[in-house]
């Protein structure tokens, strides 16, 4: 039996194809330094949230329509790649985490300096 719910080993599975599906299939060169920090999945397995954290981006938002556009094929790319009774439906949801940590990571350097 498997330490962890399924929930967990299949977000983690899902995480590691939809980034190699944006870095290797979306070829828009619009697209910023893109990471998948996360995957939440719902209990029925239904719905899968992905965390995205956007590095330097020149257009707010501009990336997140990109990947929202290519929804579809990234979620038939994930049907071709993992076997699953049901392929989850997508949601992309902008993962600030990244950007506060680093403004953190500034703050305590200023307030070591003075």
Do not use: C, W
């Not at 619009?30 to 990471?35: E, H, K, L, Q, S």
């Amino acid at each position: 039996m498997h330490p962890y719910k399924r929930s967990t080993r299949l977000s983690l599975l899902i995480k590691e194809e939809i980034a190699d599906i944006i870095m290797r299939r979306i070829k828009d060169p619009r697209i910023g330094f893109v990471t998948v920090t996360d995957v939440e999945m719902t209990e029925d397995l239904k719905i899968a949230r992905v965390f995205i954290s956007i590095l330097k981006e020149e257009e707010p938002g501009l990336s997140m329509d990109i990947i929202n556009a290519a929804k579809g094929m990234i979620r038939v790319e994930l049907s071709k790649r993992i076997r699953v009774k049901f392929i989850p439906s997508l949601e992309f949801r902008t993962d600030s985490s990244i950007e506060t940590g680093s403004r953190i990571d500034q703050l305590l350097k200023d307030l070591r300096k003075q």
